[in-house]
C-alpha cells in the first residue's frame, strides 16, 4: 500500500508555511521592486498564482490519480 503524500498535519502545517513564503516574498519586493510599482505587483501576483498551481496540482495528483510517476520521485 502506498502511503499518501498529503499527512493531517501537512494541511495544519499549509497556512504557517503559506505565511512565511508570502512574507519573504513581501521582503525581496520591498527590497528589489520598490521604485517600480508595476513590476511589483506583478511580482505577487506571479508569486500567488505559482503557489496556487503547485496546490493545486498536488492535490489533483494526490485525489484524482492517486497513483502515479510523480509518487516514483520520492
Known amino acids: 500500500m502506498i502511503r499518501p503524500l498529503i499527512d493531517p498535519v501537512d494541511y495544519l502545517l499549509l497556512p504557517i ?3 512565511l ?3 519573504i516574498a513581501l521582503y525581496f519586493q520591498k527590497k528589489y ?3 517600480d510599482p508595476v513590476t511589483a505587483k506583478f511580482f505577487m501576483l506571479g508569486f500567488g498564482v505559482k ?3 503547485a496546490l493545486l496540482f498536488t492535490l489533483v495528483t494526490e485525489y484524482y490519480f492517486k497513483n502515479g510517476d510523480t509518487y ?3
Open 21 to 23: 513564503f508570502f512574507r
Open 33 to 35: 521592486y520598490q521604485d
Open 72 to 74: 516514483l520521485y520520492t
Open 17 to 19: 508555511y503559506l505565511f
Open 51 to 53: 503557489i496556487f498551481s
